[in-house]
């Protein structure tokens, strides 16, 4: 399970670079996306749950 929170956490980063670039609208909305998940690992890292 967590292999897919790094793929997600990686295709959403790959994601915002290519939208901040290409299509700054999207680029934002994915920008949103990356933030929930980078809290979603700090929190993992902090509590050593499982999500």
């Known amino acids: 399970m967590g292999n897919i929170l790094w793929l997600i956490v990686v295709l959403l980063i790959l994601g915002w670079l290519f939208g901040f670039f290409l299509f700054p609208a999207i680029g934002g909305i994915i920008h949103i996306l ?3 998940a980078v809290i979603m690992i ?3 890292l902090l509590t050593g749950r499982r999500l």
């Open 34 to 36: 990356l933030v929930i």
């Open 42 to 44: 700090i929190y993992k």
